[in-house]
């Protein structure tokens, strides 16, 4: 019997050392190629990069996984409790392995047949998630245990939760809880209901299979099973889990504006992050980035360039239907919009078939519905020529000559019938080729408020507004008056506006400038030349102080221009971008001093780190008084010459129109003390626009309509005059004091010390000092 005793002794030892060997050949075996486990510490998740407005209004996201970040505190009570009850209840009393949930599993997987059930912890699920694979098998099982432990040892409870919470996928392309709180509710996590927090967490099992969305029984029943565990682990009350039960859930998706908001600011916001910052960083690294966007001024600079394209292809007439289809697939386009057209409301565009014309007008369907497009909605739809403006052809009035049956064109709705089967009231319209930029600048920080870069987004996201190099044509001729004015010339300057020829007799070739109206005023003054925009007395001007002093001036007030020293430049035939004429024009709005333009203010990291601060810098790029000189001058822009349309705001405004040759491109440059905004208008393949396509037309109807819906939100402001400005009444015709026989006079600025003496007699322009009709007869000969 003792030897049977030592036998069985000896056997044992025998097995438990066997055991105890085969368990550590078992652990050493699984231990080979364990990831780091520690980088766990520094937990980096793909998160979702936001952009504000100036106001903290979200802009728009940035990702590859739609991910937020939330701490504990940062989560409605409910939610890690939730979560808690769903996945893994023993969380805080285990070491990160949970003995009895594993045999449970092992017992389910046996009589199976094939593993079916895991029994992962949390921490597992961090370890699988974030260092293992999703392989289905024991060696992964062994190894997720091993790394679940030692990460319990080095990590909190907490820190391993919040992981968790943050990382799992919760369907919809959601990621973490508050992205999930954010697609399924319309709210944050930290204002979830118990009833919220409950579905959500009943999503990690199977995301797809239990999406409220795509299977609502199947959400509720598991959104049951985890208020049942919440109620066992006495985590809530029995009225609780009743009246969650009972609240009726609400499926909501917040509101992402992403490319729906100022798409083409938050597009150069992008660029710029991604230049300083780096893709991965932009896309995975939950930044959050302030601009200095005005969502009300972005909203109302796109709505204005919308309106100001479609009125200028609507004036160079009908370029014809979006397509022409034939009568055999007529069904086919109109099952493809009968949802869509349930919504239109009174403005909207739809396309639409037509089905009938007439010299009336035409019929037409879109989806299920019929309308009508009356002839008198087409008047504008003439045959293009550019060489005829819209004023010198006659209205169309005949439907036939614009349409045909199978014609696809755009129409908005003028009038809804009454009942689902009336006759909808349509008007004809045209999606414009021609496109445009808007921006607009605080005139003081910089700031830029406002940015458009084209007609459509979507259409194109090429931004015109920051990189279309174009002419400005006349709005570069402050510059020149700005150089000029530090250079012998004031407002009352007498300049020659005659014909004036230039040859480069080494080429043979003959530069002979003219007017736009193609007129000539004789002497004018440096005032009525700015205000009425006369191109012969410009280039008189830059000619006498030296076309290099002009580019000097232009580089002062930050324009990045290919300047090559020609007489032409000062018409404006260096190309520059919208944005940069912008910057150039605070100087004269500010004081004289250029400030630097401001789009991004801030950019914090995903854990609050401050990585960037964009404060307000800028410089004296010319004097105050210069700055203010040019400001009245261009206020007599305004209020008597090419701008005259910006009277309409009813305050101080000063502002300088621009077209270059054949109408190819149309601007508008006018600013106040506090906003400098810039209108361009073009095509992007440079072709002529059409007779009388200008910037006093086609640009600065543009900028009357985003000023007017802005400005209210500034205080009606006139520039004030700095020392060393002397305001003097001066003769229209000849530059000399007002006197008893003038009969048009000015009120202008002058240096102080450069103003007029002689008193006019109202005679001539020529009249005064000995020297002026001498300057005058050096300009013609």
């Known amino acids: 019997m003792k030897k049977l005793f030592i036998g069985g002794v000896i056997i044992g030892s025998i097995l438990l050392l066997c055991g105890i060997g085969g368990g550590l050949g078992l652990y050493l075996w699984a231990s080979r190629d364990l990831p780091n486990f520690k980088t766990l510490t520094d937990y980096r998740p793909p998160l979702v990069t936001t952009v504000y407005a100036r106001d903290g209004q979200i802009m728009g996201y940035f990702y590859r996984e739609k991910r937020f970040l939330a701490t504990l505190p940062q989560m409605a009570p409910y939610v890690p409790k939730a979560f808690l009850a769903a996945e893994d209840a023993g969380f805080y009393q285990h070491d990160g392995v949970d003995p009895a949930a594993i045999f449970r599993a092992f017992l389910r997987n046996l009589t199976a047949g094939g593993i079916k059930q895991g029994g992962s912890t949390i921490t597992q699920q961090v370890i699988k998630r974030l260092l293992l694979s999703s392989e289905k098998s024991y060696q992964r099982k062994l190894k997720e245990a091993i790394l679940a432990y030692r990460l319990e040892k080095y990590l909190t409870k907490d820190e391993i939760l919040t992981i968790y919470l943050n990382h799992i996928y919760l369907g919809a392309g959601a990621y973490g809880v508050e992205a999930a709180a954010r697609t399924y509710f319309g709210k944050h996590v930290a204002d979830l209901t118990l009833a919220e927090a409950a579905m ?4 990690p099992q199977a995301p797809t299979r239990y999406n409220p969305y795509q299977n609502w029984d199947a959400a509720k029943a598991r959104q049951h099973y ?13 009225q609780e889990m009743t009246e969650a039960l009972a609240q009726p859930l609400v499926l909501k998706s917040m509101d992402d504006y992403s490319w729906k908001k100022g798409p083409w600011y938050l597009e150069e916001v992008r660029r710029w992050l991604i230049e300083r910052y780096g893709e991965t960083e932009v896309y995975e690294g939950g930044l959050h980035v302030w601009t200095a966007c005005d969502l009300r001024q972005q909203d109302a600079a796109e709505q204005a360039l919308h309106r100001g394209l479609i009125d200028s292809t609507r004036r160079r007439g009908w370029e014809g239907p979006v397509r022409h289809l034939d009568s055999n697939v007529y069904s086919s386009f109109l099952s493809d919009g009968s949802e869509a057209a349930k919504d239109l409301k009174k403005g909207d565009w739809v ?6 014309v007439q010299p009336s007008g035409a019929d037409v369907r879109f989806g299920a519905f019929s309308g009508q497009i009356s002839v008198a909605t087409m008047h504008w739809a003439r045959k293009p020529d550019p060489r005829h403006a819209t004023e010198e052809v006659a209205a169309v009035r005949d439907a036939t000559q614009v349409l045909k049956p199978g014609d696809v064109v755009w129409a908005s709705v003028d009038e809804r019938p009454s009942a689902d089967k009336g006759t909808w009231q349509l008007a004809l319209q045209q999606e414009p080729t021609v496109e445009g930029a808007v921006v607009s600048m605080l005139a003081k920080t910089g700031d830029i408020v406002a940015l458009v870069g084209g007609y459509s987004f979507e259409r194109s996201q090429f931004n015109r507004a920051t990189q279309a190099k174009r002419q400005p044509g006349s709005s570069f001729k402050p510059i020149v008056y700005s150089a000029a004015l530090d250079n012998g010339f004031t407002p009352a300057s007498v300049v020659l506006d005659a014909p004036i020829v230039f040859t480069d007799y080494s080429t043979s070739q003959v530069w002979k400038p003219e007017n736009y109206e193609e007129d000539f005023r004789g002497p004018t003054i440096l005032r009525t030349a700015l205000a009425k925009s006369l191109n012969l007395v410009t280039i008189r001007v830059a000619q006498r102080i030296g076309i290099s002093k002009v580019e000097e001036r232009a580089k002062e007030l930050g324009l990045d221009a290919n300047f090559q020293g020609n007489l032409s430049e000062a018409l404006g035939t260096a190309e520059v971008t919208p944005l940069n004429m912008c910057d150039a024009y605070t100087a004269f709005a500010n004081g004289g001093m250029e400030a630097k333009p401001r789009m991004v203010l801030r950019v914090v990291d995903a854990w609050g780190k401050e990585l960037y601060t964009d404060e307000p810098e800028s410089h004296q790029a010319v004097s ?6 040019i400001a009245s001058m261009m206020k007599e822009v305004v209020r008597d010459g090419t701008g005259w349309r910006a009277r309409e705001l009813g305050r101080p405004v000063a502002g300088k129109t621009g077209t270059t040759n054949e109408e190819r491109d149309a601007w508008f440059v006018g600013y106040t003390p506090y906003l400098v905004s810039v209108v361009y208008v073009g095509f992007d393949d440079h072709r002529p626009m059409g007779k009388n396509e200008t910037g006093a037309r086609a640009a600065s109807s543009i ?22 400005v002397t305001m003097v009444r001066i003769d229209g015709q000849n530059g000399l004091l ?11 600025p002058f240096y102080a010390g450069t103003e007029p003496t002689q008193v006019s007699t109202g005679t001539s322009s020529l009249e005064g000092e000995k020297t ?3 300057d005058l007869l050096k300009q013609v000969y």
């Open 703 to 724: 900028w009357v309509d985003y000023r007017k819906q802005v400005e209210d939100e500034f205080p009606p402001t006139d520039f004030p005059q700095p020392p060393g």
């Open 351 to 356: 396309k639409v078939l037509v089905t009938r």
């Open 200 to 203: 959500l967490a009943g999503l």
């Open 226 to 238: 985890v208020l049942e565990q919440m109620l066992e682990k006495g985590w809530i009350t029995r």
């Open 624 to 629: 105050p008084q210069n700055a203010y000189l």
């Open 772 to 774: 002026t009709g001498e």
């Open 738 to 748: 007002a006197g008893p026989a003038t009969q048009e006079s000015y009120f202008l």
